[in-house]
């Protein structure tokens, strides 16, 4: 949308007040997009740019950074423009495509970009144009929730008590080391699969987990009979104790 506006803002002529007034409306719309515009020409340099540029790179004004190269001035790797620039030879544009850039001060910032080559009259490539939008905080956001589950990760799995994790399709994404030696069972054999039956039982049945999952509580009795209950410390959850004849040859164990 706004590539088409800026072509037609590019190409107007000095009109009537009614082409003036169409005017007003396409630099309006430039003049306040929060992402940034942008257009390099055929050597690399930033020839055109929304405002938005100045207060995302930190520079005093706009006309401090026309001119200037993409590649030195504005990528924090100045190799990363060769790569993006490959990647636009593809077909021509790139989409949500990731790169890292610097502010005035040197300081990095991570963008995402939908970019394109525009071409002149005789159909050769004159350039790249394209929008920016700051992603920083998002990756920062998403990194800490990786790091956040990986820390998890590894709690589960260098815990005593043998633990499993199912999604919402009943699917294992979480089979810890002390379940793999009471069970047999190796980690890298059960995940992605809806087998964890097979760690209690000789055929296949709904666990615990999987009752509570799909909320079938009334099912519990149906399967664990007199062997459970409500849990007291945790809200909605139930436990229960059996007697696993081929765990281990033979194991009791509490679960919940």
């Known amino acids: 949308f706004i590539f088409s506006l800026w072509r037609k803002l590019s190409g107007i002529k000095t009109k009537l ?9 396409y630099r309006n719309v430039i003049e306040n997009i929060q992402d940034v515009y942008y257009r390099s020409d055929g050597q690399g340099r930033l020839v055109m740019a929304s405002p938005s540029l100045v207060q995302l790179t930190g520079y005093n004004s706009l006309n401090e950074c026309i001119g200037k190269s993409i590649a030195d001035d504005f990528y924090y790797n100045p190799e990363e423009r060769t790569a ?43 350039g790249v144009e394209g929008i920016l939008r700051d992603i920083t905080r998002r990756k920062g956001t998403e990194e800490a929730l990786k790091n956040s589950e990986n820390r998890l990760k ?18 294992v994404i979480q089979w810890n080391r002390a379940l793999e030696e009471y069970s047999g069972i190796k980690r890298e054999d059960i995940i992605g699969t809806k087998n964890h039956w097979r760690a ?57």
């Open 17 to 25: 007040s009614d082409s003036e007034s169409e005017l007003d409306i």
């Open 154 to 171: 590894e709690i589960v799995n260098a815990s005593p008590i043998p633990q499993f994790v199912i999604d919402a399709n009943h699917c």
């Open 200 to 256: 209690f039982y000789l055929e296949e049945r709904p666990c615990l987990a999987d009752l509570i999952l799909d909320n079938r509580i009334e099912l519990i009795s149906k399967w664990y009979k007199d062997k459970f209950s409500r849990s007291r410390l945790i809200d909605n959850a139930y436990e229960a104790t059996d007697f696993f004849h081929d765990m281990k040859g033979g194991t009791w164990l509490y679960f919940t």
């Open 84 to 126: 993006f620039l490959k990647a636009l030879s593809g077909n021509g544009r790139v989409s949500n495509y990731e790169t890292v850039l610097k502010k005035k001060d040197g300081s990095p910032f991570i963008v995402e970009t939908n970019s394109h080559f525009y071409y002149d009259k005789n159909g050769n490539v004159a």
